[in-house]
């Protein structure tokens, strides 16, 4: 986290864990692991208190690298499909290697599970699980040439730890085992 980015004061903290519409226009805050930032009333699961930064104004939180919770549209506008589908897309490559059902990404990205998988996989054509699993497949093709872990512990890393379900994945995707892609490549 940069030097420049503030800690919400036990007042904020108390507006964010109440979801306190009084709150709204004072201050806005941002989650440091998935770059969204909400309004004090944003009724989005309750982030980390560590993992959280206030901003005097929105256009801070811009200019710091975060996007608009489409839940609570802390801008006043409807956040775009693609500004979305690019924040699901980052959690998707930053969280890959935890557990990550629909409705856990959707939690995550301040939304609802049907409509983020119907709006990403029209968007994408794929689905958010579909990607995932891409996602990690592709970590698990570098930890092979790269790693001297196990198999089974590569498979754990990327967050497929059913060994057979890994090889199978890994497999289709790459016609080979990871046993025979790791020989190949390193």
């Known amino acids: 986290m940069s030097n420049d980015l503030i800690i919400p004061n036990d007042q904020q903290w108390q507006a964010i864990s109440d979801n306190n519409p009084k709150a ?34 929105p256009s801070e939180a811009l ?13 006043e506008q409807t956040v775009s499909n693609q500004v979305w589908v690019d924040e699901i897309y980052y ?20 939304g609802d599970p049907s409509y983020l998988r119907h709006t990403y996989k029209k968007i994408t054509g794929r689905t958010p699980q579909q990607r ?25 890393k990327v967050g497929i730890p059913n060994t057979a379900y890994f090889i199978s994945l890994f497999k289709n995707k790459y016609g080979q085992t990871p046993k025979q892609y790791q020989f190949i490549h390193k």
């Open 63 to 75: 200019e710091a690298g975060f996007r608009p919770c489409k839940r609570c549209r802390p801008l």
């Open 24 to 57: 709204n226009g004072n201050f806005w805050y941002g989650v440091t692991t998935t770059q969204i930032f909400c309004k004090p009333s944003c009724p989005s699961r309750l982030p980390r208190r560590n993992n959280v930064v206030v901003f005097n104004h």
């Open 91 to 110: 959690v998707l490559q930053t969280h890959y290697m935890q557990k990550l059902s629909l409705n856990e990404l959707a939690s995550i990205v301040h």
């Open 132 to 156: 995932l699993t891409e996602v990690r497949l592709e970590n698990a093709s570098h930890l092979l040439k790269t790693s001297s872990d196990s198999i089974s512990q590569i498979g754990i």
